[in-house]
T-cell receptor
Framework: DARVTQTPRHKVTEMGQEVTMRCQPILGHNTVFWYRQTMMQGLELLAYFRNRAPLDDSGMPKDRFSAEMPDATLATLKIQPSEPRDSAVYFC????????????FGDGTRLSIL | AQTVTQSQPEMSVQEAETVTLSCTYDTSESDYYLFWYKQPPSRQMILVIRQEAYKQQNATENRFSVNFQKAAKSFSLKISDSQLGDAAMYFCAYRSFGAGSYQLTFGKGTKLSVIP
C-alpha cells in the first residue's frame, strides 16, 4: 500500500532550536496538508499546497513557521525559533486533486520542545 | 466557517456489542463531504468511512455504517460487533465541495474503549 512518509517520528529539542519536519506524499497526489494535533485544540490545519503551490497557510504562525514543497516528493515544515508551546504532533496528509478524494495521513512527528 | 462537534469525549462498549458515536456540524453549504477517521494508540490516522452530502443513502463499510441526517446536520457512526481493535480515538471531519476546498475541519474526537 502507498503511504505518506514523515520523518522524524519523534523529535526532542531545546527552546530556540530550529526544527525541520519532512513529508513524502503518496506518488501522484498533488495536494499536501500540514496539521497540528494538541490536546487542547485538537487537529488544526496549518497549511496546504496544491501542485506545490501554497494555497492556504493562514493557520500557521508566520513569524516562526514556514512550509515549502521544494519538489513533488518532498514537503517541509520548519519552526525557527522553536518554543515550548509548539510541542504537539504534526501530521502531513496528501490527497488527489478533487475534494471527493480522501486525505491519507502520515504517522506524524511528535515534537517536544523543552 | 464550518464547525464540527463531537459531544461525547469518551464512550465504552462491550466486545461484540454495537456502539454509536455522535457528530454534528454547522454549515451553510448544500454540498460537502463528511468523514470518520480512526486514530489508534499508534497515532496513525485511518479513514473509516466517507459520505457525500448529495447522496441520500447512508454509507457502509463492513461493520461500520453512518446515519446521515442532512436536515439535522448530524452524522453518527455505528460500529457493529465491536472488536478490541476498534478501541481508538474517532474523529468526525467535514470538507467543502468544489474546487479549492480541500482542507478538513475536525471535531475534537471521541475516545472509544472496548471492554472484553
Amino acid at each position: 500500500d502507498a503511504r505518506v512518509t514523515q520523518t522524524p517520528r519523534h523529535k526532542v529539542t531545546e527552546m530556540g532550536q530550529e526544527v525541520t519536519m519532512r513529508c513524502q506524499p503518496i506518488l501522484g497526489h498533488n495536494t499536501v496538508f500540514w496539521y497540528r494535533q494538541t490536546m487542547m485544540q485538537g487537529l488544526e490545519l496549518l497549511a496546504y499546497f496544491r501542485n506545490r503551490a501554497p494555497l492556504d497557510d493562514s493557520g500557521m504562525p508566520k513569524d516562526r513557521f514556514s512550509a515549502e514543497m521544494p519538489d513533488a516528493t518532498l514537503a517541509t515544515l520548519k519552526i525557527q525559533p522553536s518554543e515550548p508551546r509548539d510541542s504537539a504532533v504534526y501530521f502531513c496528509a496528501s490527497g488527489g486533486g478533487y475534494s471527493n478524494q480522501p486525505q491519507h495521513f502520515g504517522d506524524g512527528t511528535r515534537l517536544s520542545i523543552l | 466557517a464550518q464547525t464540527v462537534t463531537q459531544s461525547q469525549p469518551e464512550m465504552s462498549v462491550q466486545e461484540a456489542e454495537t456502539v454509536t458515536l455522535s457528530c454534528t456540524y454547522d454549515t451553510s453549504e448544500s454540498d460537502y463531504y463528511l468523514f470518520w477517521y480512526k486514530q489508534p494508540p499508534s497515532r496513525q490516522m485511518i479513514l473509516v468511512i466517507r459520505q457525500e452530502a448529495y447522496k441520500q443513502q447512508n454509507a457502509t463499510e463492513n461493520r461500520f455504517s453512518v446515519n446521515f441526517q442532512k436536515a439535522a446536520k448530524s452524522f453518527s457512526l455505528k460500529i457493529s460487533d465491536s472488536q478490541l481493535g476498534d478501541a481508538a480515538m474517532y474523529f468526525c471531519a467535514y470538507r467543502s465541495f468544489g474546487a479549492g476546498s480541500y482542507q478538513l475541519t475536525f471535531g475534537k474526537g471521541t475516545k472509544l474503549s472496548v471492554i472484553p
